[in-house]
């Protein structure tokens, strides 16, 4: 069983920054593939970026390719979203997710994560 809480979404003016942290209980986390996603009310759950396992392969939609880069310390059982020049489309509760498979290939699909924290907030006004 993995936990997963995110913080450090809030309040931001467009072209402005913010790191999501998402940190993560459990030793096998290094093991994990790990996801970000975003959801706006009366939307679907979207796909942000993933990272293998062992942080060599990243994907990122395209929607924030450029903008916002995904990273891992495992020895701290945390993966960030760096997400720059942020926009009011960016706005949404953002997740991050746990695969419990080990791939080279992360995976864009949610229903292929594991397990989910409880979202964090992202406000991005014009």
């Known amino acids: 069983q993995v936990q997963l809480v995110e913080s450090g979404g809030g309040l931001v003016q467009a072209g402005g920054s913010l790191r999501l942290s998402c940190a993560a209980s459990?030793?096998?986390?290094?093991?994990?593939?790990m996801g970000w996603f975003r959801q706006v009310p009366g939307k679907e759950r979207e796909f942000v970026s993933a990272i293998s396992w062992r942080g060599g392969s990243t994907h990122y939609a395209d929607s924030v390719k450029g903008r916002f880069t995904i990273s891992r310390d495992n020895a701290k059982n945390t993966v960030y979203l760096q997400m720059n020049s942020l926009k009011p489309e960016d706005t949404a509760v953002y997740y991050c997710?746990?695969?419990?498979?080990?791939?080279?290939?992360?995976?864009?699909?949610?229903?292929?994560?594991?397990?989910w924290g409880q979202g964090t907030q992202v406000t991005v006004s014009s």
């Open positions: 459990g030793r096998t986390f290094g093991v994990y593939d």
């Open positions: 997710a746990a695969d419990r498979s080990s791939t080279l290939n992360p995976p864009v699909a949610s229903y292929a994560y594991d397990y």
